[in-house]
């Protein structure tokens, strides 16, 4: 599983920076992806970064994201600022595709004042 952390709470306008460690075999051959899921809605992909660092977001969270990675801890990060209301959801990591087997539980981020 690929497990998630940095999550919280933050009022609206605050940052956040998740994190997610792989291992060695998976990091180093896929596009890592960071996908989140809302209360009542799908999980869906809200940015992705290929092995030699290019990335690509969903458009609500353009400009305000950033999707990086670090080769050396097989680690990926997503630095979040601006956050509003409707970016609360459960963040989870995965591959991009996804593995179903390496969903993890995730980290809540609750936006709210």
């Known amino acids: 599983q690929l497990q998630a952390s940095g999550g919280g709470l933050v009022q609206p306008g605050g940052s956040l920076r998740l994190s997610c460690a792989a291992s060695?075999?998976?990091?180093?051959?896929?596009?890592m992806g960071w996908y989140r899921q809302a209360p009542g809605e799908q999980r869906g992909l809200v940015a992705a970064?290929?092995?030699?660092?290019?990335?690509n977001y969903v458009d609500s969270v353009k400009g305000r994201f950033t999707n990086s990675r670090d080769n050396a801890k097989n680690t990926v990060y997503l630095q979040m600022n601006s956050l509003k209301p409707e970016d609360t959801a459960v963040y989870y990591c995965?591959?991009?595709?996804?593995?179903?087997?390496?969903w993890g539980q995730g980290t809540l981020v609750t936006v709210s004042s």
């Open positions: 060695r075999s998976i990091f180093s051959i896929n596009t």
């Open positions: 970064i290929t092995t030699g660092g290019s990335t």
């Open positions: 995965n591959t991009n595709p996804p593995f179903y087997g390496h």
